[in-house]
């Protein structure tokens, strides 16, 4: 069953996935290309994640504070603000900075990877992602994550 996409104003969208299908890690995605935010959905979804979108900086920093994710994947180039600015945002939050973060570039610039890991990138990829390599990334920042949580 593929999931459907709800917009919302503000160019937040949700996921609508039966409710059997919503006990997965949440992943939130910023992503200003539908097409692309549409292939990750799917992706992630058919994978046992709960998706949800934002199309724009500003809907993603909200998004975040409402869903609470347990990991994002942002688009660097966004129409509003930089996705290396809300990545700065995220890690000068004190109950933020600890969320995983995979950036989403269409550069393979070195500078750009550099700048987005510098400005505290988890990890990086490049669009088009392989949607193997992604849901890998995905899966072992996730595990990552719940490993530090135990050894707290």
Same mark, same amino acid.
Request: glycine share 6%.
């Given at each position: 069953?593929?999931?459907?996409?709800?917009?919302?104003?503000?160019?937040?969208?949700?996921?609508?996935?039966?409710?059997?299908?919503?006990?997965?890690?949440? @992943?939130? @995605?910023?992503?200003?290309?539908?097409?692309?935010?549409?292939?990750?959905?799917?992706?992630?979804?058919?994978?046992?994640?709960?998706?949800?979108?934002?199309?724009?900086?500003?809907?993603?920093?909200?998004?975040?504070?409402?869903?609470?994710?347990?990991?994002?994947?942002?688009?660097?180039?966004?129409?509003?603000?930089?996705?290396?600015?809300?990545?700065?945002? @995220?890690?000068?939050?004190?109950?933020?900075?600890?969320?995983?973060?995979?950036?989403?570039?269409?550069?393979?610039?070195?500078?750009?990877?550099?700048?987005?890991?510098?400005?505290?990138?988890?990890?990086?990829?490049?669009?088009?992602?392989?949607?193997?390599?992604?849901?890998?990334?995905?899966?072992?920042?996730?595990?990552?994550?719940?490993?530090?949580?135990?050894?707290r």
């Open positions: 069953m593929r999931p459907k996409l709800n917009g919302e104003a503000r160019g937040a969208m949700s996921l609508s996935v039966p409710a059997s299908q919503q006990s997965g890690p949440k @992943i939130l @995605i910023i992503e200003d290309d539908a097409a692309i935010a549409d292939v990750y959905v799917t992706m992630l979804a058919a994978a046992g994640y709960e998706a949800s979108l934002a199309a724009d900086a500003r809907s993603g920093m909200r998004q975040i504070r409402l869903v609470r994710p347990d990991l994002v994947l942002l688009a660097l180039n966004l129409p509003d603000i930089s996705g290396t600015q809300v990545l700065k945002a @995220i890690r000068a939050d004190e109950a933020l900075k600890t969320l995983p973060v995979i950036v989403l570039t269409a550069s393979a610039r070195v500078a750009d990877v550099l700048e987005a890991v510098s400005a505290g990138a988890d990890d990086c990829a490049i669009k088009p992602c392989e949607p193997a390599a992604l849901l890998f990334k995905v899966s072992h920042l996730l595990s990552l994550g719940s490993a530090r949580r135990q050894t």
